[in-house]
């Protein structure tokens, strides 16, 4: 099952897009570096990034090796319609922080 949802998330990948891969083996990433990942990739010409959510079980081996970096957002499990919002909001944090909004933890 891993290895057929991980190759219907590659398949749905837009082309050139960069791969976040959200595992809770990945790095834990501030707001701030988020923003900077973010900045660095629309820099380097990067205008599309997609964040593969896995299943129950987890992302497969293969969109793990494919990632252009892998996110954690904490040890513990959380819903995928959960984590969803949850990194909606990081996203608009993110965008906010790069617009030069005032933040609240600087």
Request: no cysteine; glycine share 8%.
């Amino acid at each position: 099952l891993k290895a057929r949802e991980a190759e219907l998330l590659l398949a749905a990948r837009p082309s050139n897009a960069r791969l976040v891969a959200l595992d809770e083996r990945g790095e834990e990433w501030s707001s701030r570096d988020l923003a900077g990942r973010l900045a660095a990739w629309r820099d380097h010409g990067a205008n599309t990034v997609a964040f593969a959510i896995g299943g129950a079980d987890g992302l497969g081996q293969v969109v793990l090796e494919e990632a252009d970096a892998i996110l954690s957002l904490g040890t513990m499990t959380w819903p995928h319609l959960l984590v969803r919002t949850m990194l909606l909001e990081q996203l608009y944090r993110a965008q906010q922080i790069l617009a030069g909004h005032p933040y609240h933890r600087d």
